[in-house]
């Protein structure tokens, strides 16, 4: 039995080797071709690319004891006071006001077009 594991784990490093060098030659493709270009022009199926390349960055964090898959973070608030009043000169001043029911918008005189219209649009959806 103790053969069996040694020689799969030889089988596995030799694949994994093979699967590093064609995810290495692929991240130096030419500039300006595509992944799926690439992968096309040298008969490789999409899916399997990047089955090796999640191999590859898996056993690379492995060997430096890191986390192979981003984590997501967790998010938390935290509320922050402000010791100093605001500088007048710097201070926000909305061009417009709009006073609904339920809601006070502010927009600035330098808000773009687009986001005064889209602004407009939800409003009058909103009434």
């Not at 096309?40 to 089955?51: D, M, S, V």
């Not at 773009?112 to 909103?126: D, F, G, R």
Request: with cysteine; proline share 5%; charged share 20%.
């Amino acid at each position: 039995m103790k053969g069996q594991i040694s020689m799969d784990t030889s089988t596995h490093e030799i694949r994994l080797a093979g699967w590093k060098t064609i995810v290495e030659q692929c991240t130096a493709r030419p500039e300006g071709q595509t992944i799926k270009q690439w992968l096309a022009l040298n008969g490789i199926n999409e899916k399997q690319y990047f089955y090796w390349q999640r191999k590859v960055r898996q056993s690379v964090a492995a060997q430096l004891d890191l986390p192979a898959v981003r984590q997501e973070a967790e998010v938390t608030l935290a509320q922050i006071r402000v010791e100093s009043e605001p500088d007048p000169k710097t201070a926000f001043l909305p061009a417009a006001v709009i006073h609904t029911d339920r809601a006070t918008i502010e927009i600035s005189a330098f808000a773009p077009a687009a986001l005064t219209k889209q602004i407009m649009k939800v409003l009058s959806n909103a009434v």
